[in-house]
């Protein structure tokens, strides 16, 4: 399986937000996730890491 965890970064740690996804499409300063079971989350923000190995992904919000 190719599937990975979306965790946020926020105050130097790692919150899940999204577990199996399967699809990231990064729009402008958002990201469209959608996992397996069809669950969708729009965030808004980018794309900090991503560990193919760890099957992780982590987000961080934009900051103004």
């Known amino acids: 399986m190719c599937e990975a965890n979306a965790y946020i970064y926020k105050n130097g ?3 899940l937000y999204l577990e ?3 699809l990231l499409i990064p729009e ?6 959608r ?3 069809g669950e969708q989350k ?5 794309v900090k ?3 193919l190995l760890k099957h992780k992904i982590l987000l961080e ?3 103004e």
């Open 13 to 15: 740690k790692e919150e």
């Open 20 to 22: 199996n996804v399967d």
């Open 28 to 33: 402008g300063s958002k990201i469209y996730l």
């Open 35 to 37: 996992n397996l079971f």
């Open 42 to 46: 729009t965030f808004e923000g980018h």
């Open 49 to 51: 890491e991503i560990s």
């Open 61 to 63: 919000e934009t900051k």
